[in-house]
Nanobody, 116 residues
Framework: QVQLVESGGGLVQPGGSLRLSCAASGFTFSTYAMRWYRQAPGKGRDLVAFISSGGQTTTYADSVKGRFTISRDNAKNTVYLQMNSLKPEDTTVYYC?????????WGQGTQVTVSS
C-alpha cells in the first residue's frame, strides 16, 4: 500500500524552528522526487519545496527561501522539511507529495501554527 505519513508539526513561537518528516512506504522511494506543499483554509495547495530523487536538486518558493531546507534520507524512506525563522504567515497545514505512475500521492497533512 502506497502511503505518505507526515509528522513533526505543532505550535511554535515566531522566530522558532520545526522539522517536519514524511515517511514513505509502498513504492521505491529513492527513485521519485518529493515535494512539500502547504494549504491555507479555503485556498489551493502551494508548492513549498522540491527535492529530486537523489537529493542533488532542490527548489523553494520565494516566500521560504533562506528559511526552509528540504532534505531526504533514501535509506530511511523519509523526506524532511527543516523550517527556521518561522513567521505567523507560515501557519497552515503542510503536506508531502510524490507523483507516481498512478498519480499524485498525498499524506494526511500536519498542522504548523506559529504564534506567540
Amino acid at each position: 500500500q502506497v502511503q505518505l505519513v507526515e509528522s513533526g508539526g505543532g505550535l511554535v513561537q515566531p522566530g522558532g524552528s520545526l522539522r517536519l518528516s514524511c515517511a514513505a512506504s509502498g513504492f521505491t522511494f529513492s527513485t521519485y522526487a518529493m515535494r512539500w506543499y502547504r494549504q491555507a483554509p479555503g485556498k489551493g495547495r502551494d508548492l513549498v519545496a522540491f527535492i529530486s530523487s537523489g537529493g542533488q536538486t532542490t527548489t523553494y518558493a520565494d516566500s521560504v527561501k533562506g528559511r526552509f531546507t528540504i532534505s531526504r534520507d533514501n535509506a530511511k524512506n523519509t523526506v524532511y522539511l527543516q523550517m527556521n525563522s518561522l513567521k505567523p504567515e507560515d501557519t497552515t497545514v503542510y503536506y508531502c507529495n510524490t507523483v507516481l505512475t498512478m498519480g499524485n500521492i498525498w499524506g494526511q497533512g500536519t498542522q504548523v501554527t506559529v504564534s506567540s
